[in-house]
């Protein structure tokens, strides 16, 4: 394999990840307003999910993620991206609402373990967006999911990840819309 073929995938990785890379950052401009957990407490007597998970937030977010994911499609016919895999609508929308729905099955954990809202936690943080989403188009488009990740997009895509993550929350944090750069 030569460095072409490892551009190419990384391009592709990035490609792929964008629909459900934008929700996190998106949820953190709309958010506000409403809990998604109400104010409620699990049976631990601790918050579902805290303050920090908004329907506003949720559904900015996913819809932010799927708008890009639009975009992607229009362009890749639009150019005949042809070296790039080809987002759907299912694709995209699977993509976005999975990162975010990873996003409170994350928070629901930290709530677990006595994690403050922002508190950080290490690989979680960084891999629930991933990890959702990649569950989310498993369980409902495996066929798209297994032709587009090759090893070596899923290489980048663990690569990459914790870096657009840290990148994007200091950036967040400096411009106000994050409590904490991490």
Do not use: C
């Not at 657009?164 to 929350?169: E, G, K």
């Amino acid at each position: 394999m030569d460095i072409g073929y490892w551009i190419v995938s990384l391009l592709a990785a990035l490609w792929i990840m964008l629909p459900a890379y934008v929700p996190n950052s998106a949820a953190a401009l709309f958010g506000g307003g409403t809990p998604i957990d109400l104010g409620k407490t699990f049976t631990d007597g601790r918050r579902i999910f805290g303050d920090g998970k908004t329907y506003r937030g949720f559904f900015g977010g996913v819809l932010s993620g799927v708008l890009v994911g639009l975009i992607e499609i229009w362009v890749w016919s639009s150019f005949s991206l042809t070296a790039l895999p080809n987002q759907t609508i299912l694709s995209v929308t699977l993509l976005a609402s999975g990162a975010l729905l990873g996003d409170l099955a994350k928070s629901f954990l930290k709530r677990r373990l006595g994690k403050e809202r922002g508190e950080s936690w290490f690989l979680a943080d960084q891999y629930d967006l991933v990890i959702g989403s990649f569950l989310l188009i498993l369980l409902v488009y495996p066929q798209w999911l297994l032709e587009n990740i090759t090893l070596p997009v899923a290489v980048w895509i663990i690569i990459v990840t914790p870096l657009l993550h840290r990148i994007v929350n200091i950036i967040g944090y400096y411009i106000g819309v994050k409590d904490v750069p991490w």
